[in-house]
């Protein structure tokens, strides 16, 4: 939705949040017309992917979302994730204040950048690129906190432990290389990557961490994504900056947010997706990645034209069982309902976490603890590592993703 959606500067002149605005006026909608339509307004599930599935899981903790749908299913992404909503030090208004100079806009005041800005197209706008914090991978605007009787009345951290939010069934899930496409167009990838680039990546990554604990987070992020036994290995390096940028942005938000969800009470199921065909050109070491989980939902038409291939008989089974689950799922609130089913999926829960590893039919199984230690070092020691070094008056605001000057 990017500028459209998202835009604000932190006043009444532009609010923002009007992407899910927009989405609970549709939401709306379904209640009122969709039994003409041969559906139930009392079994309205909502679902998306990446983005989507960040904006999806924030519609359950916004009150005017309440009573408008009754299960939620997110790939890929969560409330949680660093680009999901905009947290301090990082404001709007700074952001449509880049823009609206790019634009050749008056930038005096909120009302003449707002104005200015309805002067310009579509295309205009869309075309203008804007920095935005670095952790905001998937576009600059997004999601705004606008406080007590907002969309985002907090930041979703401090709503879930609160218990604020919609305890409908949720179905939350993500590849097994999620970020590894990230990678494919650096040269010499597919043996993996070296030391020195290793480095890089890292020092890089870190600078958006305050100067203080930032070389403190930068060790702890090494020493955790770094194979002792294969020190010097290129691939084992390439494949734990991919494991380490996926547990940034999805892994450990989307296992928080479940636990506080099963916590609380709600319904609770959770998959990592590994199933790769055969008949899939890319190479093995991306694994599967992106929304590969989302094509063996919709079929192979999903994916880009030049890297498109056919099903065979195996995927074709995965395909059946991806229908089964969010089809059973939306009708029901459980993936698989029938006791007697090939594949029994258990609900995630707090004392065990059972999850479910998706592969080929026969393969598909559960697991536990679904990166739990990974998720207490995003989670908890790299934002106790800010806590410490803050001042006592910055420590309501701590960016856990990031946020230095």
Known sequence: ????????????????NYGLLDQIEALKWIQDNIKRFGGDPKHVTIMGTAA???????????????????????????????????????????????????????TESTKDIVSCLREKTADELVATKVTGPPMMALGAFSPTIDGPGGV???????????NQFIKVPIMVGTTDKWSSSSLKDVKGIEFGLSSDMAETFRKEFAARYPEGPRSSISDLINFEYTDFDRLHD???????????????????GMVYQAAAHAAAGGHVW??????????????????????????????????????????????????????????SFARTGEPTPDQAAEVKWPQYQGDNQEYLEIRSVKKTDTDNFFKAKKTALWTFYVPKLLYDAAEEGERDHINPFGGAP
Not at 152 to 162: Q, V
Request: glycine share 6%; proline share 6%.
């Open 1 to 16: 939705m990017g500028v459209f959606g998202f835009l604000s500067t932190d006043d009444d002149e532009a609010l923002g």
């Open 52 to 106: 989507a599935a960040n904006l999806v899981s924030l519609h359950l903790i916004s009150p005017y979302s309440e009573g408008l749908f009754h299960g939620a299913i997110m790939s890929s992404g969560n409330m949680m994730s660093p680009s999901a909503v905009l947290l301090p030090p990082y404001k709007a208004v700074d952001i449509a204040t880049e823009l609206a100079e790019k634009l050749g806009c008056s």
């Open 152 to 162: 985002i009345a907090a930041s979703p951290r401090k709503m879930l432990e609160s």
């Open 234 to 252: 290129p691939a084992a390096i390439r494949d734990n900056i991919i494991r380490g940028t996926a547990d940034y942005y999805i892994n450990s």
């Open 270 to 327: 959770m998959y990592e997706f590994h199933h790769v065909s055969e008949n899939n050109p890319l190479p093995r070491w991306m694994g599967a990645h992106k929304a590969d989980d989302q094509v063996f939902l919709f079929g192979p038409k999903l994916i880009d034209a030049e890297d498109r291939y056919e099903f065979d008989e195996t995927d074709e089974g995965v395909h059946d069982m991806m229908v089964h689950f969010v089809s």
